[in-house]
């Protein structure tokens, strides 16, 4: 399984930027769904996630801003971030949670990350 991320670029603060991340390979199902990022010195956090049942949870920081969305006919996730900080500046991550075969184990998959830099 692998997942690709898209989207990430430089973009002045207050404007917007949609990322997208791509599941491929031997997939049965694909459970939660979630982008994280990791700014220069910090740990990576969970910025948002989309559950099986669509419910979506966000970080306090992004809530108003961010919206989390999935296309599950296409295996993608999606992330819109709109009114975009400083502070937003980070390499975002996807993951995904995947079940391979009908009685596999699902297992957390990560796209390689795209960077977004905000300036002010």
């Known amino acids: 399984v692998q997942l690709q991320a898209f989207g990430g670029g430089l973009v002045q603060a207050g404007g917007s930027l949609r990322l997208s991340c791509a599941a491929s390979g031997t997939i049965f199902s694909i459970n939660d769904m979630g982008w994280y990022r990791q700014a220069p010195g910090n740990e990576r956090e969970l910025v948002a996630v989309?559950?099986?049942?669509?419910?979506?949870n966000y970080v306090d920081s992004v809530k108003g801003r961010f919206t989390i969305s999935r296309d599950n006919a296409k295996d993608t996730v999606y992330l819109q971030m709109n009114s975009l900080r400083p502070e937003d500046t980070a390499v975002y991550y996807c993951n995904a949670l995947v079940a391979r075969w009908r009685f596999d184990v699902p297992r957390m998959y990560w796209g390689q990350g795209t960077l977004v830099t905000v300036s002010s």
């Open positions: 989309s559950t099986t049942g669509s419910r979506t």
